[in-house]
T-cell receptor, first 112, second 112 residues
Framework: AQKVTQAQTEISVVEKEDVTLDCVYETRDTTYYLFWYKQPPSGELVFLIRRNSFDEQNEISGRYSWNFQKSTSSFNFTITASQVVDSAVYFCALIDDYKLSFGAGTTVTVRA | NAGVTQTPKFRVLKTGQSMTLLCAQDMNHEYMYWYRQDPGMGLRLIHYSVGEGTTAKGEVPDGYNVSRLKKQNFLLGLESAAPSQTSVYFC???????????FGQGTRLTVV
């Protein structure tokens, strides 16, 4: 069974629009960790944020913000005022029983 | 400090040939992972290791074997390559349960 679901396959926006990426996860553990990674066109995987299951505070880092809600098992990611450099594939991931599982990814295209 | 290094970066194999992909990390990380990335399927876990001398199956282990004889190295073997194993392979390592994973640059493997 898929543990991390990213329902949006592709999102295309015009520069300066906001983009929200959805992530829904499934786990039986009470302690778990969630991550977001970015994969730009160059192909490397870049870590963006880590969140543990006990910390439901939202977080903002520059134009990036994350909304973690245990009640809905969601860990959504918003890019505010998107820029062309934000064009990438974004992955949500979950650590569960030592395994690091990824969602299928959401491709974000920001047009100038 | 090189981080996570994958060797080789590109390879073309004929069906039935064997090969080994090497992942080396210099961060003294306990956990190491091998993933394959295919279009629309995200990163799928092949095998992982929670320490030197240990390995475990991930989501898609068939056709692959792994070994972790030294803490810093995690080898992925293909005994008899098949066209279905054409993919981009990523290695990752992580220190402890809560820490984010660091990824190698990827290996693009084509089986013809």
């Amino acid at each position: 069974a898929q543990k991390v679901t990213q329902a949006q396959t592709e999102i295309s926006v015009v520069e300066k629009e906001d983009v929200t990426l959805d992530c829904v996860y499934e786990t039986r553990d009470t302690t778990y960790y969630l991550f977001w990674y970015k994969q730009p066109p160059s192909g490397e995987l870049v870590f963006l944020i880590r969140r543990n299951s006990f910390d439901e505070q939202n977080e903002i880092s520059g134009r990036y913000s994350w909304n973690f809600q245990k009640s809905t098992s969601s860990f959504n990611f918003t890019i505010t005022a998107s820029q062309v450099v934000d064009s990438a594939v974004y992955f949500c991931a979950l650590i569960d029983d030592y395994k690091l599982s990824f969602g299928a990814g959401t491709t974000v295209t920001v047009r100038a | 400090n090189a981080g996570v290094t994958q060797t080789p970066k590109f390879r073309v194999l004929k069906t039935g040939q064997s090969m080994t992909l090497l992942c080396a990390q210099d961060m003294n990380h306990e956990y190491m992972y091998w993933y394959r990335q295919d279009p629309g399927m995200g990163l799928r876990l092949i095998h992982y290791s929670v320490g030197e001398g240990t390995t475990a199956k991930g989501e898609v282990p068939d056709g692959y074997n792994v070994s972790r004889l030294k803490k810093q190295n995690f080898l992925l073997g293909l005994e008899s390559a098949a066209p279905s194993q054409t993919s981009v392979y990523f290695c990752a390592s992580r220190r402890g349960q809560v820490k984010e994973a660091f990824f190698g640059q990827g290996t693009r493997l084509t089986v013809v």
